[in-house]
């Protein structure tokens, strides 16, 4: 697992570092672009694999066969661009994000139920449940879905931090 990395480009691209070491990602005009021209990056604390976006202990699967095109998902969720995403914590807990991360506003009252409701799913059994505006959190332990839901606050946070970053470069 290595440490993800959002890099600004000399001509202010946001990026994702590739598998060379001074090599960036980046879409322009949708497609795929690469350059070496690097004005600084961002390390964050999100760690990738092959297929594996982890934060913690919440894993986001990445779909794609081709490692180039999971690196670009990775640049969506870490700007907060990603949305319908389903996560894993600590591989119990299941989260489903329905509207981009950026998006997210996650408050310090929450309300865990226990249902066969969790925000827009249906479970088929009853689940512990946080459930609020286009977010829904559920497992079988009460505990491990609220560890879920804090450490998805911090992961909403470090997007923050990297959304300041490049908001300071002017770049969107």
Request: hydrophobic fraction near 35%.
């Amino acid at each position: 697992m290595k440490k993800v990395e959002i890099c600004i480009t000399k001509d202010n691209k946001a990026g994702i570092k590739g598998e060379k070491e001074e090599e960036v990602l980046y879409i322009e005009n949708n497609s795929i672009k690469r350059t070496n021209s690097i004005k600084e990056c961002i390390v964050t604390d999100f760690s990738i694999n092959t297929d594996l976006l982890t934060f913690r202990k919440i894993e986001i699967k990445l779909p794609f066969s081709s490692e180039e095109l999971n690196l670009l998902k990775a640049l969506y969720i870490v700007t907060g661009k990603a949305k319908h995403e389903v996560l894993t914590y600590d591989k119990k807990v299941k989260i489903h994000v329905d509207i981009p991360f950026r998006e997210l506003k996650l408050s310090q009252n929450i309300e865990v139920k226990f249902t066969k409701f969790c925000g827009d799913y249906g479970l088929l059994f009853p689940h512990y449940c946080i459930s609020m505006n286009n977010l829904a959190i559920y497992g079988h332990n009460r505990e491990k879905v609220i560890e879920a839901y804090v450490t998805l606050k911090e992961l909403v946070e470090e997007i923050g931090k990297v959304l300041l970053k490049l908001k300071e470069e002017e770049i969107e």
